[in-house]
């Protein structure tokens, strides 16, 4: 079935980096587009990146230029390097194909001094 694997949260300082990892499985990876989305404490789901099966991205207007998706084809895994964190990005990190409704457990990040 389609799993997929958050990790890479962690508690980190303001201007800080971190990298989360998406391990996906029970699909055929290279031919969907796949997506980041966050959740802060009382909002709602809101959409980070999006990359398109031939590499093609793009990103929220409040990540743009710190943030950058990525995926690995032969590895089955999607990438987020955040960059000059800031405290509005604490929010738990969540991971999903386009084609599927399915979300994994998110890994939670948390930019705080």
């Known amino acids: 079935q389609v799993q997929f694997v958050e990790s890479g949260g962690a508690l980190v300082q303001p201007g800080g980096s971190l990298r989360l990892s998406c391990a996906a499985s029970g699909f055929t990876f290279r031919n969907y587009g796949l997506r980041w989305y966050r959740q802060a404490p009382g909002k709602e789901r809101e959409l980070v990146a999006h990359i398109t099966t031939v590499g093609s991205t793009t990103y929220a207007d409040s990540v743009k230029g710190r943030f950058t998706i990525s995926r690995d084809n032969a590895k089955n895994t999607m990438y987020l390097q955040m960059n000059s964190l800031k405290p509005e990005d604490t929010a738990v990190y969540y991971c999903?194909?386009?084609?599927?409704?399915?979300w994994g457990q998110g890994t939670q990040v948390t930019v705080s001094s």
């Open positions: 999903k194909a386009l084609a599927f409704e399915i």
